[in-house]
């Protein structure tokens, strides 16, 4: 009898075992189907997503459908007709659009009454900041008015462009404030011309003055 027992509990126990083992397995294979349907389903949060992104395809910005040119404002020199007495001046410009220019697409042109010098790309220095340098303004004609005036193209298909207002400069530097480097050497350079150039001169007349005293002995 004792026999018998234990082979009716084993039964029972293998049985518990394997109605948890199927009941474990629907509980995991229903997870799957649950997590499938709300992944695809219409009222997911994976598809509202989705649907929040492709309302956003249609929007002027991300379609490309932007027609407006960039906005751009002079903030440094902030004032027309300044005047300038640097070597170096810092000029920066703000740029406002939907679809900010690309590296390479802000680009200032300088000249003066006369004639056109040179185009520049201005670098981002941070949101709608533009920056440029002009660096060597002493090498160009001092005590004259030069026009600054800035170019940019927005970064949407349509490639939007626009050009700043004239900024007029007056470039008014003495260079014997604080010449540039190079005058200073060909200053130096020059001194050390007429130096050796007068000692060769008293060289040669104290030569000369030798020459004829010997002559005058003899």
């Given amino acids: 009898m004792k026999l018998v027992r234990k082979k009716k509990k084993s039964v029972n126990i293998s049985t518990i075992i394997t109605y948890l083992m199927l009941i474990l397995a629907n ?42 040119a960039p906005i751009l404002t002079f903030i440094n020199p902030a004032i027309n007709n300044s005047i300038i007495t640097q070597h170096s001046y810092d000029i920066i410009i703000n740029v406002t659009d939907d679809n900010p220019p690309l590296t390479g697409n802000v680009i200032i042109q300088i000249s003066n009454i006369t004639n056109f010098l040179f185009n520049a790309t201005m670098n981002n220095t941070g949101g709608d900041l533009w920056h440029f340098s002009w660096v060597n303004i002493s090498q160009y004609p001092l005590h004259v008015w030069y026009i600054l005036q800035v170019w940019a193209k927005d970064s949407s298909l349509s490639g939007n462009n626009n050009w700043s207002g004239a900024f007029y400069i007056f470039i008014n530097i003495s260079l014997s404030e604080g010449p540039p480097l190079l005058i200073l050497i060909l200053n130096f350079i020059m001194v050390v011309v007429i130096i050796v150039a007068v000692m060769f001169y008293l060289n040669k007349k104290a030569l000369y003055k030798s020459s004829t005293k010997i002559k005058s002995d003899q």
């Fill in 27 to 68: 509980f995991i294979a229903l997870n799957i189907i649950i997590s499938v349907f709300l992944d695809y389903a219409p009222g997911g949060s994976e598809s509202l997503s989705n649907h929040g992104s492709q309302n956003n395809l249609f929007s002027p910005k991300l379609a490309n459908n932007d027609t407006t």
